[in-house]
């Protein structure tokens, strides 16, 4: 049975880091383009970072280039994003997502079938 499980998260001061994991199951994520979104209460879902199935491309938001790295370790099965830098803005549950059968990646929600439960980030002091 597949499965994605985002980890992570939790509560940090403004200007401090995470490093969230996505870790897949069921499935081999390298066959996958693994997309991170967040969503905030009353905001739609943001596609913020996502890297194609060779790891070869990388796409960021605006809202975070120069803040976030994505990256994948394929002998655990495993996507990360860093964030630093963070503001309180950047407060909202975070989820991965895999996207079958494309070379590229994207950010687009409704392009990913199989999403994780997420995991809550909230930035504050």
């Known amino acids: 049975q597949w499965q994605l499980v985002e980890s992570g998260g939790g509560l940090v001061q403004p200007g401090g880091s995470l490093r969230l994991s996505c870790a897949a199951s069921?499935?081999?994520?390298?066959?996958?383009?693994i997309g991170w979104f967040r969503q905030a209460p009353g905001n739609e879902r943001e596609g913020i970072s996502c890297?194609?199935?060779?790891?070869?491309?990388?796409k960021y938001a605006p809202s975070v280039t120069g803040r976030a790295i994505i990256s994948s370790d394929s002998a655990k099965n495993t996507v990360y994003l860093q964030m630093n830098s963070l503001t309180p803005e950047d407060t909202a549950v975070y989820l991965c997502?895999?996207?079958?059968?494309?070379?590229?990646?994207?950010?687009?929600?409704?392009?990913?079938?199989?999403w994780g439960q997420g995991t809550q980030v909230t930035v504050s002091s």
């Open positions: 997502a895999a996207l079958r059968g494309r070379t590229d990646c994207s950010l687009d929600a409704y392009e990913h079938a199989y």
């Open positions: 890297i194609s199935t060779t790891g070869g491309l990388r």
């Open positions: 069921g499935f081999t994520s390298a066959d996958y383009a």
